[in-house]
Nanobody
Framework: QVQLVESGGGLVQTGGSLRLSCVTSRITFSVYTMGWYRQAPGKQRELVAAITSGHSANYADSVKGRFTISRDNTKNTVYLQMNSLKPEDTAVYYC????????????WGQGTQVTVSS
């Protein structure tokens, strides 16, 4: 079955950096827009960043200038480089894949915890 496996989360101090990775399997990676979402305790899941197969990216205002999303279409992997981390970035981060031709085909990873200490 389709799998999205995130890694790279952890505990970091304010101002630190982390790089999240999401390896996908059993999807045609090139026809999926990939995204990173996050959900903090008591809050709704929100879009952090997304990237098309053509490498066009968009970001939530709260992370612009600090986070960078990228993808390697040869490795079926999407990344999220997170710099200048703040305590408010603390959340579970989820990888998402959306098929560009059909919303029926959308998948989520299991999530990875990011905790930023003050």
């Amino acid at each position: 079955q389709v799998q999205l496996v995130e890694s790279g989360g952890g505990l970091v101090q304010t101002g630190g950096s982390l790089r999240l990775s999401c390896v996908t399997s059993r999807i045609t990676f090139s026809v999926y827009t990939m995204g990173w979402y996050r959900q903090a305790p008591g809050k709704q899941r929100e879009l952090v960043a997304a990237i098309t197969s053509g490498h066009s990216a968009n970001y939530a205002d709260s992370v612009k200038g600090r986070f960078t999303i990228s993808r390697d279409n040869t490795k079926n992997t999407v990344y999220l480089q997170m710099n200048s981390l703040k305590p408010e970035d603390t959340a579970v981060y989820y990888c998402n894949a959306k098929n560009i031709y059909s919303l029926e085909f959308a998948y989520w990873g299991q999530g990875t915890q990011v905790t930023v200490s003050s």
